[in-house]
């Protein structure tokens, strides 16, 4: 049985797998680990799907314009449905607050090359059939940004890897990491050890506990959140929505949602206080608190047959912006970690940038935009994503 490889990839999610997948493009011998049965049995398969690159910072635009161009041209130079949908991503506006804070960062967005513009109320009902008219300001609109099927992407990645001459092997929970002299050399797991000279901590929720096993402490905090799905209905409804206003029940900070590729509604809510932990039990209080906030932006949801709940985990850091680079003080061990609930959509992004390190010892996108997702900046100096 093969023991050493080029590189190990430690987890088989969002980040994982096109991390694996990019790297063995690249002609590296690579091992991916996870403790589940199969890929993106973690958070991936909670993930509603979204894919933006309508952020506030540099570094998330730039990798997720990288991820954009990875997902929209997949089925074409694959072969393979990973359910691709470019309806783009609104944010109506009713209140002053929110108009603000968009006009605010659309200099930065348009900076970065994103195409994205202030619209009126007329056209954000265009955009939005049937959304409440009611005080309606206007709204910001990026036009090449979507979503996929979050299963149907890593599926389809999974096997784009081991098609490239990458392994993975499952149930295969990592135990402790071999570090001699501060140079990392290999995993222990519950089913073996195996050996190489690059380790990409990609283990998501549980990215702290993998750092623990180097002596880090590394500061992603897992938090859950609950999403759902209806059944099928007419399609309708081109763009994911984000409505940025607290909710008037208390509960929620912000709620999203949209029609996927199979024209169900998928919807989402971030908690005002969040749930901080590992638990992903469903909650008696979500429904009702998303479905206010539905049918109150578009009231023709009233009659919305939901299908199921879950609940996910987002992996947090105190800035609200992911941590990709080198591990300090650990030659050969590298980290992509905390992308606080966007695993999905940087995913290939992170993906591609760090298989360009690991390889050239430097990224695709500009260095110093790159750097600023270095595993050793200042986590609490105040910056905080406004869209995160």
Known sequence: MKTHYDAIVIGAGSVGVPTTYFLAMRGYHVL??????????????????????????????????????????????????????????????????EEKLLKSILPIQKKFDLNIDWVGPDKIKEIIPGINPNGLIGGTFS???????????????????????????????????????????????????????????????????????????????PESHEAGISAPVRPFLGPLVVDLRPGREGKTANFYFGQNHENAVIFCYTPKVPFAGLDRGATSEFMPIIANRLVELIPRLKNLMVRRLWRGLYPMTPDGVAIVGKAPGISGLYLAVGMCGQGLMMGPGVGRELAALIDKGKPEMDKKVFDSLSPERDFYAGKVEALK
Request: aromatic letters at 8%; one cysteine or more; glycine letters at 10%.
């Open 143 to 221: 036009q090449d940004d979507g979503q996929v099927c979050p299963l149907l992407a890593i599926e389809a990645m999974d096997k784009a890897a081991r098609e490239a001459g990458a392994e993975f092997k499952f149930k295969n929970e990592v135990t402790d990491l071999i570090i001699n002299n501060n140079t990392i050399e290999g995993v222990k797991t519950r089913n073996g050890t195996y050996t190489a000279d690059v380790i990409v901590n990609a283990a998501g929720a549980h990215a702290r506990e993998i750092g623990y096993m180097a002596g880090l402490d590394i500061p992603v905090f």
């Open 32 to 97: 991916c680990l996870d403790s589940y049965s199969s890929s993106g049995q973690g958070q991936n398969k909670a993930a509603i799907g979204g894919t933006r690159a309508t952020h506030s910072d540099p570094a998330k635009i730039r990798i997720c314009q990288k991820s954009l161009e990875i997902f929209s041209t997949w089925e074409e130079y694959h072969g393979q449905s990973i359910g691709w949908k470019k309806g783009g991503y609104c944010f109506p506006v009713y209140r002053a607050k």
